[in-house]
């Protein structure tokens, strides 16, 4: 049936200028359950993969225990849990089941100690083979994985298994705690395997919070298997295509091709939408109205026994003359497009600094104002020569890739 998610689209500006040639058209689509998706909850088939190496000794683990507790006790019997912990071997401590008896599961948390190395690939093996364990229909299959430190020598099999997991329909959402974990490691499991990117605990008394964050989404997604596809008529291309809600994640140059853009955005999860910014190359048109794009959302809501369900929009602008009309910008659009410019620019500086200790991109002035105090003082430091902390500068990248969840500072 209609109407379980809607499609809504912005362009930059509605009215383009009659010129000899090309223009820049930037197109936000926006993706949202609505409000008859409000009472969908799909079952949890979560497996906590926790690292508890000697490194996690003290606070850390003290406050990971809590937080672990405090997931077992927001789930539903119709649930199931594993957790595995993990340090140079991984042990499945507890295996997956109903969340039905949490006084006995919560006692098996508290028993975890620190001890040992880290050697990530094993958890999450131990972690993927839980999470098969049952076929659990229509569930919400994913793995919290929590480390902090350096996995060794297993690089490459942890991305690979990131990639399997992403065929099993499994999504990983890792979990940085402290300084000392590599971030681009983490962030490329969690992206590989349909999940997101690292979030950063930079506190150990943080883990409650970010925990419950992790269910507090799970619990949230109403409809799955969304992904959105642009199509194109002749003399329109796309240059570029970035996520920028929930967060900003440039799309992978391969979805674009000369006539269409297609986008997977996995799964929507109630009251958070998902949105792309496009920047489209227009030829030249003379006055009038005309169809630049059409856009198509495709998606299943399992629970109600929808499968490939499609609504579609289609993208118009007027080609004018009229320098009123065609000086109006959509500071909505803009804004957007600023701040993934500016968390284009950051990602630049860090990596660059995370490779030579340095760093000569520099951030102009446009760039500047949605970036807030402590990440300018940190990119100072760094086009000056000087060095900045590891926490730092994961700070920085987390608070970057979130700057479109503040929109209040529109253009005006």
């Not at 919560?106 to 958890?123: E, H, N, P, V, Y």
């Not at 008394?205 to 799955?224: G, L, N, P, T």
């Not at 853009?261 to 030829?283: A, C, F, H």
Request: with cysteine; hydrophobic share 40%.
């Amino acid at each position: 049936m209609p109407g379980e998610v809607t499609l809504a689209h912005q362009l930059g500006k509605d009215y383009m200028p009659v010129t000899g040639g090309s223009q820049l058209a930037y197109l936000l689509l926006e993706a949202k359950p609505t409000a008859l998706m409000a009472q969908v909850r799909m079952p949890l088939n979560f497996a906590l993969v926790i690292d508890h190496s000697g490194s996690m000794k003290g606070a850390k683990l003290r406050n990971v225990r809590e937080a672990v507790k405090m997931v077992i006790d927001r789930l539903e019997p119709s649930d199931y849990i594993s957790v595995v912990i993990f340090d140079d071997t991984a042990q499945v401590i507890i295996p997956s089941m109903p969340a039905n008896d949490k006084p006995g599961m919560k006692a098996a948390i508290d028993r975890i100690q620190d001890a040992g190395g880290t050697t990530m690939s094993l958890g999450m093996i131990q972690g993927l083979g839980e999470l098969r364990r049952w076929n659990i229909p229509n569930a919400v299959n994913r793995m919290i994985l929590l480390t902090d430190g350096v996995t060794y020598g297993d690089t490459d099999r942890c991305r690979q298994l990131a990639r399997d997991a992403a065929a099993s329909g499994i999504s990983i959402y890792p979990l940085g705690i402290g300084s000392d974990w590599d971030e681009g490691l983490l962030d490329d499991v969690g992206q590989l395997s349909g999940g997101l990117p690292a979030e950063f605990i930079k506190s150990p008394a943080d883990a409650m919070a970010i925990f419950e964050q992790q269910v507090q989404s799970a619990v949230a997604v109403a409809v799955r298997n969304a992904t959105v596809t642009l199509r194109l008529p002749t003399g329109v291309t796309p240059r570029k295509a970035v996520k920028v809600l929930p967060l900003i994640r440039d799309v992978d140059a391969s979805s674009l091709s000369d006539r269409q853009v297609v986008i997977n955005l996995g799964d929507l999860e109630k009251d958070t939408p998902q949105s792309v910014l496009i920047e489209l190359m227009i030829d030249p048109r003379p006055a009038g109205l005309f169809r630049i794009a059409q856009a198509e959302l495709s998606y299943d809501v399992p629970v109600v026994g929808l499968t490939g369900e499609k609504i579609r929009e289609d993208i118009k602008v007027t080609f004018s003359s009229d320098p009123n009309q065609t000086s109006q910008v959509n500071a909505l659009v803009m804004n957007f497009a600023e701040k993934s410019n500016a968390q284009r620019l950051v990602t630049r500086i860090l990596d660059e600094y995370k490779r030579t200790g340095k760093a000569t991109t520099k951030i102009a002035p446009n760039v500047t104002r949605v970036l807030d105090a402590e990440t300018l003082s940190a990119i100072e430091q760094i086009n000056q020569g000087q060095q900045i902390s590891q926490e730092q500068v994961k700070s920085i990248g987390n608070k970057t890739r979130k700057l479109t969840q503040r929109l209040d500072d529109l253009l005006p």
